[in-house]
T-cell receptor, first 109, second 114 residues
Framework: GQNIDQPTEMTATEGAIVQINCTYQTSGFNGLFWYQQHAGEAPTFLSYNVLDGLEEKGRFSSFLSRSKGYSYLLLKELQMKDSASYLCAVSDRDYKLSFGAGTTVTVRA | NAGVTQTPKFRVLKTGQSMTLLCAQDMNHEYMYWYRQDPGMGLRLIHY???????AKGEVPDGYNVSRLKKQNFLLGLESAAPSQTSVYFCASSTGLADSDEQFFGPGTRLTVL
């Protein structure tokens, strides 16, 4: 099975940087995904990491350390529209995803 | 392309009633999934399918059945609804061709069982 932990809530100011950590213990590993989910909406894909290191995509970056079972999502230059839940998910060898409970990020003006 | 669609969007059932949730995708994806999302617990996989005519159990399959008679459709059935099945249900699909494949999610069905 999979055990995936991430903080429940984070608050930050518009224009600031926030780092959302995710730790996992898995029986199989085929990569780690980050999804964004606005309240009342469907999750949407943000990033995928399977090799150690940092992947940068505009204002969002995601980091993975497989040896430590650790990932983080970095949100830079925060905007009000970034207020959402961020879901960490680990893929096992059968393309199934196991999700963490999600981190709700609130951006304040 | 509509992507992934789900019907209905909302439903209220009484305990013991049955219903079917329909998921449809127009992206020619092989893999389809049903999740439920409950507060504080994240998305949990109920059942999934790796192709037309196939289904498999996920993490929380009890009380649910599924069918994938056509590649584009994945049905989730509740034979005898219970209050514990009150949840938001999401369907998703992916190509299944690569590890990096993202899953595309439908808008969700909010189900309340009284």
């Amino acid at each position: 099975g999979q055990n995936i932990d991430q903080p429940t809530e984070m608050t930050a100011t518009e224009g600031a940087i926030v780092q959302i950590n995710c730790t996992y213990q898995t029986s199989g590993f085929n990569g780690l995904f980050w999804y964004q989910q606005h309240a009342g909406e469907a999750p949407t894909f943000l990033s995928y990491n399977v090799l150690d290191g940092l992947e940068e995509k505009g204002r969002f970056s995601s980091f993975l350390s497989r040896s430590k079972g650790y990932s983080y999502l970095l949100l830079k230059e925060l905007q009000m529209k970034d207020s959402a839940s961020y879901l960490c998910a680990v893929s096992d060898r059968d393309y199934k995803l196991s999700f963490g409970a999600g981190t709700t990020v609130t951006v304040r003006a | 392309n509509a992507g992934v669609t789900q019907t209905p969007k909302f439903r209220v059932l009484k305990t013991g009633q049955s219903m079917t949730l329909l998921c449809a995708q127009d992206m020619n994806h092989e893999y389809m999934y049903w999740y439920r999302q409950d507060p504080g617990m994240g998305l949990r996989l109920i059942h999934y399918s790796v192709g037309e005519g196939t289904t498999a159990k996920g993490e929380v399959p009890d009380g649910y059945n599924v069918s994938r008679l056509k590649k584009q459709n994945f049905l989730l059935g509740l034979e005898s609804a219970a209050p514990s099945q009150t949840s938001v249900y999401f369907c998703a699909s992916s190509t299944g061709l690569a590890d990096s494949d993202e899953q595309f999610f439908g808008p969700g069905t909010r189900l309340t069982v009284l």
